[in-house]
């Protein structure tokens, strides 16, 4: 005997001993491991330790025996699946044979020896777990051609190793040998998604009230192509709607490889800030691969810092545009004060002037716009950074330009002081100071037409929908969403929807243009 195998959990050290010393070691890949030793003779046991972190030590006595008689065990096998994608490999979902070559390692012949497989991996089924080797005489082999058969349970994990129990007899004597195969599966996993609002506020994020597409990339983490891979995806929020409601083909996915599906996904306009939806994107591919990954779509809220303002620090006058907070603006509870229903109206590219006032000295204002709309201020948002107000109680003035840009509806304006000067922030909470926010007004958003001409037609037992464009799209068109008795049935990107094998009874459609503003 030369080598011994040990079948222990993936990371725990194997050492063999024989009267305390060491013949052999090795690190269990968790399946079975073959460890080269030096023939052995008795009368010595050999002591076979297994340890490993956060585990009990296993230790047990293996004796060692004159090879008199004979030993038959399992020498070399090699996968026949031809039947799938005859890569020679154990692969997901696939029935498998054997060729498998048995050895006699004893000093005698072992005559009719016949050999059963099982295995206790629920991942594999044995179709033909019984083979005759008949006659081996010592040191020789016999192969028997697709001596097993199995089936791998197309849920098994990439790279999970299984053992095979193989127990030989010749009648009077028993051999138990064992044998390990690592599986190979596809592992598809949700990646990212990107909402492409480009259309609608480029800010990158899915605003209450807009409808955007979102690309949703799947990678393939697994050793193993997956097949035909379709993605659906839903949820149950209330405030959230999944306007394409069929599912998305990604084709195959490689090993390592990367794919992405679109969903076209609306949010109602009353979401709060700060609000976070569940979505669910449900992978399926080829032989039974399925994936289910819950994710979250966050509606992200402003920071509010706070301050210390009740010294004076901070604004007690503000006044820009239609904006007059110069009478009443005091010290607001922990230095924030929320006027956002205060609105002027600004244009990009244009210079306005402020007035601002502090009721303490040495005051460093500055004031941001959120002119991309994604609730944070950038350091390009910055617009007046550090305007000192050196004296108490005095107005002072100062002018800004906001950067040219094509700007449509409402922005956050923020405006932050603080004592001496420190780098100005919007987010950090200043010992003294105060921050104040109002709303700027860049002008109406675009007209969102109906299309024209919708009319429906019943042929046998089905309707066909059709419409027209819109007379008139100052505002980028996604599709259309078309209803039947009030109930979304899908979106649509041509002019026609054909409604398919309806019970008789009577239906009204409703058709709605789809734009990143809304419908
Ligand atoms: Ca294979
Ligand atoms: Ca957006
Ligand atoms: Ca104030
Ligand atoms: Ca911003």
């Not at 992200?300 to 503000?318: M, V």
């Not at 994604?374 to 007046?384: G, Q």
């Not at 649509?492 to 419908?519: C, H, I, K, R, W």
Request: proline content about 5%; aromatic content about 10%.
């Amino acid at each position: 005997e030369s080598s011994f195998s040990v079948i222990a959990p993936a990371g725990a050290f194997i050492s063999l001993t024989v009267n305390g010393e060491i013949i052999g070691t090795a690190m269990s890949n968790g399946g079975s491991t073959n460890i080269a030793i030096e023939p052995q003779l008795p009368p010595n046991p050999m002591v076979v330790t297994v340890t490993k972190q956060n585990y009990y030590r296993y230790e047990s006595n293996v004796d060692i025996i004159s090879p008199s008689g004979p030993c038959v065990i399992a020498d070399s096998f090699v996968i026949n699946d031809a039947s799938g994608n005859n890569n020679g490999l154990m692969d997901y979902g696939e029935s498998i044979m054997f060729h498998m070559t048995m050895k006699n390692v004893g000093m005698a012949a072992a005559n009719n020896v016949s050999t059963t497989m099982t295995s206790n991996n629920a991942y594999v089924t044995i179709t033909n777990g019984n083979a005759y080797f008949g006659n081996i005489a010592p040191n020789s082999t016999v192969t028997v051609n697709n001596a097993f058969s199995f089936t791998v349970s197309p849920n098994i994990p990439d790279s999970h190793a299984v053992s095979f129990i193989l127990n030989s007899t010749d009648g009077a004597d028993n051999w138990i040998s064992y044998i390990s195969i690592v599986g190979h599966a596809p592992n598809i996993k949700f990646k990212q998604y990107v909402i492409n609002d480009e259309g609608g506020n480029g800010n990158g994020l899915l605003d209450p009230g807009e409808i955007a597409p979102m690309t949703i990339t799947v990678e393939n983490q697994g050793s193993l192509t997956a097949y035909n891979v379709v993605g659906m995806l839903t949820t149950t929020d209330p405030n959230v709607t999944i306007l394409t409601s069929q599912p998305q083909s990604m084709d195959d996915i490689n090993a390592g490889g990367t794919s992405t599906c679109e969903f076209i996904v609306s949010a109602s306009a009353n979401i709060p800030a700060g609000y976070t939806a569940d979505l669910t994107l449900n992978l399926n591919a080829d032989f039974g691969v399925t994936q289910q990954t819950t994710f979250y779509l966050l509606f992200p809220d402003y920071c509010y810092p706070t301050a210390k303002c009740s010294l004076g620090d901070g604004f007690n006058g503000f006044a820009l545009e239609q904006i007059n907070n110069m009478t009443g603006n005091g010290c607001s509870p922990n230095g924030y004060g929320d006027y956002t229903n205060m609105v002027a109206d600004l244009q990009g590219g244009q210079k306005y002037t402020v007035q601002w006032r502090s009721g303490f000295s040495n005051q460093r204002a500055s004031l941001w716009i959120d002119l991309n709309d994604n609730k944070e201020f950038e350091s390009s948002e910055i617009l007046i950074n550090e305007f000192e107000l050196l004296t108490p109680n005095q107005v002072y003035s100062t002018i800004f330009t906001v950067p040219e840009g094509d700007y449509t509806g409402y922005r956050r304006i923020r405006i932050r002081a603080h004592f001496h000067n420190t780098p100005p922030h919007p987010c950090v909470a200043y010992v003294y100071g105060e921050t104040e926010d109002y709303t700027a007004n860049f002008g109406n958003q675009a007209t969102l037409a109906p299309p024209q001409n919708v009319a429906a037609n019943v042929i046998g037992d089905s309707v066909v929908v059709t419409w027209q464009a819109p007379a008139r799209a100052d505002a980028t068109l996604l599709g259309y969403n078309v209803y039947r008795n009030n109930i979304l049935l899908d979106i649509v990107t041509g002019n026609e929807y054909f409604d398919l094998d309806l019970p008789a009874g009577t239906y009204s459609y409703e058709v709605t243009a789809v734009y990143y503003q809304g419908e």
